[in-house]
């Protein structure tokens, strides 16, 4: 029963693993290199200078004693970090992080790259993968079979293909990552071979592709093959809902702009009304000062929309008026100072639209992370 419900129910995105690769993809931000830069212990072990530790086993005597040796390579856990250095702390404390200057000397040094590929391949075999050619193209190996259903049940080799496809982008072996995941996938989910490492691909082999292009295809791939469709949670919705809830929306315009027209309606009578108020204003005021040239300027403004924006500073001024009791014979100012004092009521608008916004509240969504993408 329990089975049944997990199959059933719907996957959940991880944030820390979001979080996690959204470090690496973009060279750790803030990272900084706590060792000195003579200090190249990865290094000096790929040069078999230095055994790893704490098994004190050098790197030739991994990859011609170990290679084939399917019980050491599952049981023991302190190689791994040795033969595939990030610039991240693992399980093996003994085990040294990469730092950028021996990382730019790792990828000049033939010897090192040359182990690093063969240990990439035993760890491919060890899988029951075979790398086919020196692009990184990868296929099944003979023992397959037996290694895809070792995989299948053995999760915590999950972690440890994160990792070396981790390595491979640190060490110059980006190009190899994009065949390696999109194998796993059609895996996983057409030939079902390994079902339950889908997981594990869609939310972490993926997004340790810095390529952005690079996932896209992979996740359009993956959200092709994966089943229930609807439980795809790792990409954008499907068009067929997006259009769905834009003809949803559809009336919300008409809605909105039949309030538009009410709200006009509602100030066009305001103008009317503070217009009338300003006429009977400029009236008395004509009648205590005689001046021909306002009443010139008053017949010769026919556009109502000034009227509307000199009506709200003169209701303020009233206001004030009746407030300041000591200043009853005070004079409307001019329809052009009004006109100045509006400036502070825009603002005050377009702060309040700032605020709205969902980016500046800090609502943003954790995907392509993937998705913090």
Excluded at 45 to 65: A, C, R, S
Excluded at 221 to 231: I, L, R, W
Aim: aromatic share 10%.
């Amino acid at each position: 029963g329990s089975d049944s419900t997990e199959a059933t129910a719907k996957p959940k995105r991880s944030f820390y693993a979001a979080r996690d690769l959204y470090k690496y993809r973009h060279q750790y931000p803030n990272f900084k290199d706590i060792r000195y830069q003579n200090d190249l212990s990865n290094l000096r072990f790929y040069k078999n200078k230095i055994p790893f530790k704490p098994d004190g086993v050098y790197i030739e005597e991994v990859l011609n004693k170990w290679k084939g040796d399917y019980e050491k390579l599952e049981h023991n856990h302190t190689y791994i970090q040795w033969l595939f250095p990030l610039r991240e702390q693992g399980l093996n404390f003994y085990a040294k992080e990469l730092t950028t200057y021996e990382i730019e000397e790792f990828k000049k040094t033939k010897e090192a790259i040359r182990r690093f590929l063969l240990a990439y391949k035993m760890m491919l075999e060890f899988f029951g993968i075979k790398l086919t050619d020196k692009t990184g193209n990868v296929a099944r190996a003979v023992n397959w079979q037996e290694r895809f259903q070792h995989l299948n049940e053995s999760q915590h080799n999950y972690l440890r293909i994160t990792r070396i496809l981790k390595s491979l982008g640190e060490l110059g072996y980006e190009s190899f990552k994009s065949p390696l995941v999109k194998f796993i996938l059609h895996e996983a989910l057409v030939e079902n071979t390994i079902p339950n490492i889908k997981q594990s691909a869609l939310e972490y082999f993926v997004y340790t592709i810095r390529d952005r292009r690079e996932r896209r295809k992979l996740l359009r791939f993956a959200q092709k093959h994966y089943t229930p469709t609807e439980n795809f949670i790792w990409g954008p919705p499907r068009k067929e809902q997006s259009e769905g809830s834009k003809a949803q929306k559809v009336p919300a315009p008409l809605a909105s702009s039949h309030s538009s027209q009410t709200s006009l309606h509602k100030k066009s009578k305001d103008s009317k009304t503070s217009s009338s108020a300003v006429h009977l204003n400029n009236k008395t005021v004509e009648e205590k000062k005689v001046a021909p040239k306002e009443s010139g300027e008053e017949t010769e403004r026919p556009n109502p929309e000034p009227s509307n924006e000199d009506a709200k500073p003169r209701n303020t001024e009233d206001s004030d008026a009746e407030a300041l009791s000591s200043q009853p014979e005070k004079t409307v100012p001019h329809p052009t100072e009004e006109k100045e004092s509006a400036p502070p009521i825009e603002k005050d608008e377009e702060g309040e639209s700032h605020s709205r916004d969902p980016e500046a509240s800090g609502n943003t969504s954790c995907h392509d992370v993937t998705v913090l993408q």
